[in-house]
């Protein structure tokens, strides 16, 4: 079983910053890809951004410039720095993390999702 705990939202003016983080514990073997995803109020949750194991990223055009994700192995930690922040950021953000445990089985966990809300 693995398990993400996520942490760094919050409210923030528009124009501000947030950096958000998830770590992964448990019996992890290795990890294929992390990501974060997003939630709106009245929509469907949408991908924000993707790292794979290599170190290739992929980005939602919304975000694109303002957005960095990166990770770090040895912690398992994957972040997400979001610069620039618009109201319509204003979401529950959750990451994912897919990769095959210690017993050879592929996983893909959620973790609890964190609220990130942008004032205009």
């Known amino acids: 079983q693995v398990q993400l705990v996520e942490s760094g939202g919050g409210l923030v003016q528009a124009g501000g910053s947030l950096r958000l983080s998830c770590a992964a514990s448990g019996s992890i073997f290795s990890i294929n890809a992390m990501g974060w995803y997003r939630q709106a109020p009245g929509k469907q949750r949408e991908l924000v951004t993707t790292i794979t194991s290599d170190g290739s990223t992929n980005y939602a055009d919304s975000v694109k410039g303002r957005f960095t994700i990166s990770r770090d192995n040895a912690k398992n930690t994957v972040y997400l720095q979001m610069n620039s922040l618009k109201p319509e950021d204003t979401a529950v953000y959750s990451c994912?993390?897919?990769?095959?445990?210690?017993?050879?089985?592929?996983?893909?966990?959620w973790g609890q999702g964190t609220q990130v809300t942008v004032s205009s």
């Open positions: 994912n993390v897919r990769g095959t445990t210690g017993w050879n089985r592929v996983f893909s966990s």
